[in-house]
Structures are given as structure tokens and as C-alpha cells.
């Protein structure tokens, strides 16, 4: 009996060879990887016809450079011209003051359930709190807003109160993607850490924070992406202003989902229809330039073993 055949299981006294596959196996597994693929098609279909829409009705004005730099101020539906600079600055703006929020309370508050809450009952009440606030809708976390910001100390509805709200929706997709991350990462580089002598909170610090990097990067652009698109805060929290404000303290602000929202009900008027689908492209723009500078981030600021 030849090597090969003395590494094969016997079953009496008969050589098995269990390295290829039989007719029904292999028929299994090409229908399974057609549903797989046929289902891979089904699902991209609908991404690539809005992308195809969007794209072919919006990137007319995307491409005057007036559309970047000046505002809507004194452009009535029925007339063309205008830009969406004030749009696009308020939607950044708003944005950014939420990140600035959000984010470091979204990490530690990972960091607290990964590295130190493990069994307790306050991370289990935390737990719980941050799966309520998955499932809440934005006009929800609008209203909380607008009842303690307006109604109860009585401030005038600006775009830090639509931030305010947004932190509500961005801050369980952040904290739940970098919790995930901070799991993934080996408990042998802790252990190893440890070893050397080296306290907890550096060694958070400075390995496992490090080493999960790139995945806290995208969860952070997966909630501004959840929250940049959003219109029930703006619509409640703050008006919808045709000038340029920078100032998220005072006064109406515009934002892409309320330029988009202040002209669809013309949608018949060419001009009208134009800035409503360039407004959209623009905001996708700007969310995939986002997630490639977080990419950029994530790949240039990783732990890189020698």
C-alpha cells in the first residue's frame, strides 16, 4: 500500500478517499455560490440605479463653479443660478460640532464596556440604553432636543441644537462599531503589555486603541453617514436660511437635506429639479470624500509590525 493510501481512513479494511467531492456535493455547492452571486446582482441593482439617476440629473450644476462658491440667496424656484455653498458649509459645520461631541463619548463609552464593564451591571445598563437609542427615530431625538433646548431654557432654534440631536443617532453606530473593533483585537498583545510592566490605561492607550484604529475610523464615517442625510432635525430644530451662516449659534442655517426639501414641491419647474438632484449628488460627494480621507487615515495611522 502506497504512502498516500496508508494516510486515508479505512473503514473495513477498504480505503476511503474523502478529498473529492460527490455529485450531489458538488451540485450543492455551485447552486449555493449562484444564489449567492444572483443575490449580490439583485441587491446592486437598485444602489446603481439611483447612483446612475443622481448622477445623470445632478452633475449639470456640479459643474459651474458658481454652484461651489456663491448661495441661494435671492433665487426664487422658477429662477436659475445660485450655488450651494451656503448649503454645504452648514452641513459640515453642524456635522463636525456633532463628531466633535459624539465621538470621544462613543470611544470611552466602548472602551468602558470592553476593558472595564465585563459582567457588570452598569455596563449591562449601558448596553441596554445604547440598543434603545439604535432603534430611535430622528424625529424623535428632534423633539427631545426641541423640548429642553426651546421649551424649557428657551434658546431660539439654531444649528447647535440640530447637532445635539444627531449625536443622539450618531452615538450608538459609533459606540457599537468601535466596541466590536476593540474585541477583535488579540488578548495577547494586552497580556503582553501587562507583562512588560505597562499600566492599563496606556496600554488602551497606546496598543489596543492603536491596533483597532482603523475600524473606529469607519464606524465614525459610517455615523456621519447615518446622520449628514438626515432632515427632521432641520426641519424642527432649525429653519432653512438661503444666506450664508456660518455661525451654528445664531440664526437659521441652510443644509443640503433642506435645500433638497425646500424645492422639491416644484419639481415640475426645470430650474427647480436641477438644484433639487445637484443638491443630492453634492451630498454624496461629500460623504465618499469623507470615508476616502478616513481611509487615507485609517491605512497611514496604523500599527505597523517590523
Do not use: C
Not at 436660511?241 to 419647474?269: V, Y
Not at 487615507?296 to 505597523?304: G, N, P, T
Amino acid at each position: 500500500m502506497s504512502v498516500v493510501a496508508e494516510n486515508k481512513p479505512a473503514y473495513d479494511g477498504k480505503v476511503l478517499d474523502l478529498t473529492g467531492k460527490s455529485g450531489a456535493r458538488a451540485f450543492k455547492n455551485t447552486l449555493a455560490s449562484v444564489l449567492i452571486v444572483l443575490a449580490f446582482l439583485i441587491a446592486l441593482i437598485p444602489l446603481l440605479w439611483i447612483l446612475f439617476t443622481v448622477v445623470s440629473k445632478g452633475y449639470h450644476l456640479l459643474l459651474n463653479a458658481d454652484w461651489w462658491s456663491q448661495s441661494q440667496r435671492g433665487i426664487t424656484v422658477r429662477r436659475a443660478g445660485g450655488g450651494a455653498y451656503h448649503a454645504i458649509m452648514g452641513t459640515l459645520i453642524m456635522a463636525l460640532i456633532t463628531a466633535v461631541i459624539a465621538v470621544p463619548i462613543a470611544v470611552l463609552g466602548a472602551v468602558y464596556l470592553v476593558e472595564y464593564g465585563k459582567g457588570t451591571r452598569a455596563a449591562k445598563v449601558v448596553s441596554f440604553m445604547i440598543d434603545i437609542l439604535t432603534g430611535v427615530p430622528s424625529i424623535v431625538a428632534a423633539l427631545f432636543i426641541y423640548a429642553i433646548w426651546i421649551t424649557v431654557f428657551g434658546f431660539n432654534r439654531v444649528g447647535f441644537a440640530v447637532s445635539l440631536s444627531l449625536v443622539l443617532l450618531m452615538l450608538p453606530v459609533v459606540l457599537r462599531s468601535t466596541e466590536e473593533m476593540l474585541k477583535l483585537v488579540p488578548d495577547e498583545l494586552r497580556e503582553a503589555s501587562y507583562a512588560l510592566g505597562v499600566p492599563k490605561w496606556k496600554t488602551i492607550l497606546k496598543v489596543v486603541v492603536p491596533t483597532a484604529f482603523g475600524g473606529i475610523v469607519t464606524g465614525v464615517m459610517l455615523g456621519l453617514a447615518r446622520v449628514m442625510g438626515e432632515t427632521a432635525p432641520l426641519l424642527i430644530l432649525v429653519g432653512y436660511s438661503k444666506n450664508i451662516n456660518l455661525n451654528p449659534f445664531n440664526g437659521f442655517m441652510g443644509a443640503l437635506p433642506t435645500m433638497i426639501n425646500q424645492d422639491r414641491t416644484e419639481l415640475a419647474l426645470p430650474n427647480a429639479e436641477a438644484r433639487v438632484w445637484a443638491a443630492a449628488l453634492t451630498l454624496i460627494l461629500l460623504i465618499l470624500v469623507l470615508n476616502l480621507l478616513a481611509r487615507l487615515i485609517a491605512r497611514f495611522s496604523a500599527v505597523k509590525s517590523k
